[in-house]
C-alpha cells in the first residue's frame, strides 16, 4: 500500500497549489480520502475529505471556498486545489484513505507528506 502526495512548495499569499495524492495497493475507490495539515508546533487537523463514489465532500471552515478535494478513480488519485492561499495554511499536507470494515474497525493508511509555504 502506497500513498504518494505531490505538488506542494513555496508561494506568496493569494497564490494557488494544487496537491497530488497517487494511491496504489489497495481498492481506491473503496476508500474515503482525505487531506490533513499539520501546522509548525500544532496538533495534525483534517481538511477535506471526499467518499469513495466522491458524491460526497466536506470541509473544515477555515478553507470552505478557497480549497477544492476532488477524486479520479480511474487514476487512484485524489487532489486538493488551494486557492487564494494564506500564510496561516502553511503546513505539511498528509493524504489519508479510511475504509469502515464494520462497527469496530477500520483500515487507514497515510502518506508521508508534502510541506506547502505560504510567505512573501
Known amino acids: 500500500v502506497q500513498l504518494v502526495e505531490s505538488g506542494g512548495g513555496l508561494v506568496q499569499p493569494g497564490g494557488s497549489l494544487r496537491l497530488s495524492c497517487a494511491a496504489s495497493?489497495?481498492?481506491?475507490?473503496?476508500?474515503?480520502m482525505s487531506w490533513y495539515r499539520q501546522p509548525p508546533g500544532k496538533e495534525r487537523e483534517l481538511v477535506a475529505a471526499i467518499s469513495g463514489g466522491g458524491g460526497r465532500t466536506n470541509y473544515d471552515d477555515s478553507v470552505k471556498g478557497r480549497f477544492t478535494i476532488s477524486r479520479d478513480n480511474a487514476k487512484n488519485t485524489v487532489y486538493l486545489q488551494m486557492n487564494t492561499l494564506k500564510p496561516e495554511d502553511t503546513a505539511v499536507y498528509y493524504c489519508?484513505?479510511?475504509?469502515?470494515?464494520?462497527?469496530?474497525?477500520?483500515?487507514?493508511?497515510w502518506g508521508q507528506g508534502t510541506q506547502v509555504t505560504v510567505s512573501s
Open positions: 489519508k484513505a479510511r475504509r469502515v470494515v464494520d462497527i469496530s474497525e477500520s483500515w487507514v493508511y
Open positions: 495497493g489497495f481498492a481506491f475507490s473503496n476508500y474515503d
